[in-house]
Every structure is written in C-alpha cells, then in structure tokens.
C-alpha cells in the first residue's frame, strides 16, 4: 500500500467517525432524557464482563452498528446510574449539556495546558472563570487573580489533590520559616515534627494527604453537631508545642460527607492566624450553595483562611473533573512543586501561571471550557435556582420523614442532604438498607457517626422532581414494611416488643428506640 492509498483511506475513516459522533450525540441525549425508565442499581456480579468480551483486540475493524449495540447490551447493565433521580448515594455529580458539549470540544483541542505558551487560551481562560467563579460566591478579594495581588485559582482534578496541594505547600511554608529561626535544623529534624489537624468527620481524603504528606494528621473530635471548634483546635495546638511539635496546617470542612456538618470556621481561622498555621476549607459539596446569597452564612470566616477548595462538578452541573481551589498565596505551592526542565521552559515566564507548579499532575485538559460553557449558557440566575429547588427537595424529604412517627431525622437538614432511621437498634437499620437497595428501584448509602448508624439521602439528579421524592419515600415506607413484617417480634434492649400498626413499639427506656445508640 502507498502514501496516496494510506492518506485515502484515512480521509475515508474520517468522514466515517464523524457520523459517528453525530450518533453518539443521539445516543447520550436518548440515555439522559429516559434515564428514569432504567434500574439505577445494576444486578451483575464482579468480573461479569469479562466472559462477554473477546480474549484480545480485533485485528480488523469492528462494525460502529455492532459496537454501539454492545455499549447497550454489555456496558449499560454494569452502570450504576448516577444522574437517575431514582440515586440519592454519596453525593451528586454533576452533569449538563453545555458541560458535556465543551468536554467535546476539549477533546478535539486536545492540548496539555501545563503552561502558558502550550496553550495560551487554556491558561488564561482559567484564571478568568476562576475570578468569574470566585465573585459568584463573594469570596474575599484576596483570593481573586483580577484583585491584582498574590492570590488566584485553579483547577484541580478532586477535592482530594486540592487538599494534599494545600498540605504541602503549607509544609513548604512552615520548614522555610523553622530554618529560618533554627537555621542549624535539618529538614528532617522539622518535618519529623510538623503536625496538622482535622476533625474526626472530616473525608478520610484529608487522612490520606497526611499519609501523602509524610507528616501526622490529627483527627479532632467534634461538638453535638459534628463540628470542629476553635477551642478543640487551639487546646489540640497548644498541648503539640508544648510536647515540641510544629502545628502547621489545619483543615476545615464546610459540608461533611456523613451529616453535611459545618465547622465553626470563623473560630478556626482566629487559633490558625494565632499560630500561623495554615488554613484550608474543604468546602467540596456544599460550595456550590454559596452561590446564593442567602447560605453564605455557613462561610463565615473564610476571608481568614489560606486556601478554598469546592467541587463545581458536584453540584454546578459541571462535569467531572472540575474542583476549583483558590490561593491567597500561591508562592508556597508554585515553591513545593518547582522542577523547571530546560524543556518547558518559554519567553512568557512569570507573566502569566504555569498551572504545572500548582498541581501534583504535569498534564491538565482544558477544563475551564466547560465552565465558561456552563455559566454562559445557564447564567447565575438558573444556577442559583438549581441549588434552590434541591435544596427545598430535601425539606419536602424531611417533612415525609418526619410525618412518620417509626423514623427520626438524625443531622439538621441544611443542603440536600437527608439524615434519618427508623427508631430502632443500628441492626435493624441495616436490614432496612439492604431491603431498599435489594428491591433496586432507590439506591441509598449509609453512614456511622459515634454509636449511631443512620441512612442518607442524597438530592443527586438535576432531573428530580417531588415526585421522585414520593417515590423514594414509598419505596422506603414499603421496605420499612417489610422489616418489621419480618421481624414481627423485635428485641430491643433484651426486651420483646411486638409491632402495633404504626410501626415499632416498645418500653421506654434509655437505650430505647427512642434515645440514640
């Protein structure tokens, strides 16, 4: 075969894949505007997949008809559908149609914006829809690239890296200014000595930097409302330097992932600014809430942090991957990640961030794309409304819940998280969870905090409506059903009590259905 058959033949395929595409679009648009017709919990086993595939690649083309039916007949009974209204696990992740088209159009750039010069528009895009992102939640000016001081944003794949990039550069600063004091210690005699801090509700992402990190990570307890406070932080502080630690890093969570409890963050940024130790929010769910003026309340304090991070793609309708992190002083990080090869070099240095120096990663796609897409095409009003009606979703949840004298709420409702149980031991409990997903029309996730085993429900979808809400609640009334039909005769504290006809009745007593366990 000759150039001229080789370029023909791939013009040919190129025209080809094109149509393809076009019938990719088709595909996706029918599979989101029908999702709820699809059970959200798959039913396969592990390694189901592998039987159903050939032992190795083909040597020769398949057919496109022949691999767009195999998405639907092999990939899609393995898919856990996330954006089902029927999903209410972990937290949402977000998803639109201008998210989904600029992922396209990032994929045909294709670049690897690791600096200025590799991609201009990738870098300066960025920093824009940063500041644009930033002003959207008022966050202090300090933190803003247009603010004309030390501060920005960028990017970060998960709130996970966002945390560890906070950690280390916050290790950076804190061994540049030991030595600086004790010029005769060596860098490890410091970091052997650093310590940060976290509260016991905390994602264990924040444990894991600590591990990433090489230094010890704190886990704090926290008051009756799962929050960290300034007085547990400072006594936790004081008692390392008195031990001959070196506090240096502590971290904050707005929204946790087991309750969507708030730390008392004005309190931790008075003992942090104190001690000089640096101050990161993890805000990753519920900071796409303060987009509206009226939940900023729970952010108060942030103009006293170091670092903010919040995830866009779990509640923004921006797609994965797209968590946002700003910086009131990048030095810190751009100095922990420093390593300039003459080859990635260019003439516009210091002009303008080389966001290489501010990630783990040397490569980043073009995500800024699908935010600029997403804010444009939907405007902060939509936005606004968006977080508002999944927000009030997760009231009309509480009040069904409530209403029902076998369940208790078990966490103040706040965002789009819903924490309840029936009232009852932690076993029964299970047993309800595993009845609800078993009859796999909802999917729904548990969580522990002390003794205390409780069910969350999650507002995921954009496409929920309170209807699906009902439909969640009667799925759960009817597993709940179920549970107690199943146990007709219940023991709670060693004591047999029979169900009456609105559920669980027992003695009273302080370890009862009615206390906490």
Request: aromatic fraction near 10%; proline fraction near 4%.
């Amino acid at each position: 075969m000759d150039f001229a058959e080789i370029s023909l033949k791939g013009e040919m395929e190129a025209n080809q894949f094109k149509d393809f595409g076009k019938e990719m679009i088709d595909y996706v648009a029918n599979y989101l505007e029908n999702i709820r017709d699809r059970r959200v919990l798959p039913t396969v086993e592990p390694g189901y997949l592998r039987p159903l595939l050939p032992e190795q690649a083909p040597n020769k083309p398949d057919r496109w008809e022949d691999v767009l039916a195999d998405v639907e007949k092999l990939i899609m009974p393995g898919v856990t559908h996330w954006h089902s209204p029927k999903f209410h696990a972990y937290f949402p992740t977000a998803n639109s149609y201008p998210a989904i088209v600029a992922d396209i159009l990032s994929g045909a750039i294709a670049c690897i914006g690791f600096s200025w010069i590799a991609s201009p528009a990738c870098t300066e895009l960025e920093v824009v829809m940063l500041d644009w992102l930033g002003k959207m939640l008022d966050l202090p000016a300090e933190f803003l690239a247009c603010s004309g001081g030390k501060g920005g944003g960028v990017i970060q794949g998960t709130a996970s890296e966002a945390t560890l990039v906070a950690l280390l550069g916050a290790k950076a600063r804190k061994i540049a200014t030991v030595k600086g004091e004790h010029p005769e210690w060596t860098e490890s005699h410091i970091i052997e000595r650093l310590v940060a801090y976290t509260s016991s509700q905390s994602h264990s992402s924040v444990e894991r930097a600590g591990l990433l990190g090489g230094v010890r990570m704190r886990s704090l307890p926290t008051d009756d409302k799962h929050r960290l406070t300034g007085s547990t932080l400072r006594e936790a502080i004081q008692k390392d330097i008195e031990d001959g630690l070196i506090p240096f890093y502590a971290v904050g969570t707005l929204g946790t992932t087991s309750s969507c409890a708030f730390d008392k963050l004005e309190e931790l940024g008075d003992v942090c600014n104190k001690y000089e130790v640096w101050l990161h929010v993890d805000a990753a769910y519920a900071g796409s809430a303060f987009i509206c003026p009226e939940y900023r309340y729970l952010m108060k304090g942030v103009e006293k942090a170091d670092s903010f991070n919040f995830n866009p793609h779990k509640w923004l309708l921006i797609n994965f991957d797209c968590s946002t992190m700003w910086l009131k002083n990048p030095y810190w990080v751009v100095n922990a990640f420093n390593v300039d090869p003459l080859y990635l070099k260019h003439d516009q240095q210091g002009s303008a961030p080389d966001y290489r120096h501010w990630q783990i990663p040397l490569g980043r796609r073009f995500r800024s794309l699908k935010m600029w897409f997403v804010l444009r095409l939907y405007g902060i009003e939509n936005l606004q409304m968006h977080i508002r009606k999944q927000i009030a979703l997760a009231h009309h949840f509480e009040t069904l819940v409530n209403e029902d004298k076998r369940f208790e709420i078990t966490a103040e409702v706040l965002m789009g998280l819903v924490c309840f149980r029936l009232k009852g031991s932690n076993e029964l409990n299970e047993s309800l969870l595993k009845k609800i997903n078993g009859r796999g029309v909802i999917h729904l996730v548990p969580s522990k905090i002390g003794d205390q085993y409780f069910l969350r429900l999650a507002i995921c979808s954009r496409y929920t409506e309170k209807h699906d809400i009902q439909v969640s609640w009667n799925e759960i009334q009817a597993a709940a059903k179920e549970i107690v039909e199943d146990n007709n005769v219940i023991k709670v504290n060693g004591i047999k009590s029979i169900n009456g006809s609105n559920g669980i009745q027992t003695t009273n007593g302080t370890n009862g259905v009615n206390g906490h366990h």
